[in-house]
């Protein structure tokens, strides 16, 4: 079993930066994939980014890209989403999870281990 603890959210003015942090712990070794996803109200669950637990592959969303960039700390065992020039269209509760097979994956479906999520917040 893996677990993820997301911390870091907000609010944040239209422009600002936030860093979201991923903190996973149990069976860590058994991770390929952590991934970024988030959802406003009345909306479904988007993709945002993900990177391989290696570091070597990652991928974004067209709507955050430039914009966002995910990155991993192994020796902490934390993904990081760095959010820059944020919009109100950001807003949202973000989650992280955790895919377990090979293969950097942009469908929640592909994961198997979620976060409890943590609110960011733009104003305009």
């Known amino acids: 079993q893996v677990q993820l603890v997301e911390s870091g959210g907000g609010l944040v003015q239209t422009g600002g930066s936030l860093r979201l942090s991923c903190a996973a712990s149990g069976r860590t070794f058994n991770i390929y994939a952590m991934g970024w996803f988030r959802q406003a109200p009345g909306k479904e669950r988007e993709f945002v980014a993900a990177?391989?637990?290696?570091?070597?592959?990652?991928l974004y969303a067209d709507s955050v890209k430039g914009r966002f960039t995910v990155s991993k700390d192994n020796a902490k065992n934390t993904v990081y989403l760095q959010m820059n020039s944020l919009k109100p269209e950001d807003t949202a509760v973000y989650y992280c999870a955790a895919r377990l097979r090979v293969g950097v994956r942009s469908s929640a479906d592909e994961y198997g281990s979620w976060g409890q999520g943590t609110q960011v917040t733009v104003s305009s």
């Open positions: 990177t391989s637990w290696s570091g070597a592959s990652t």
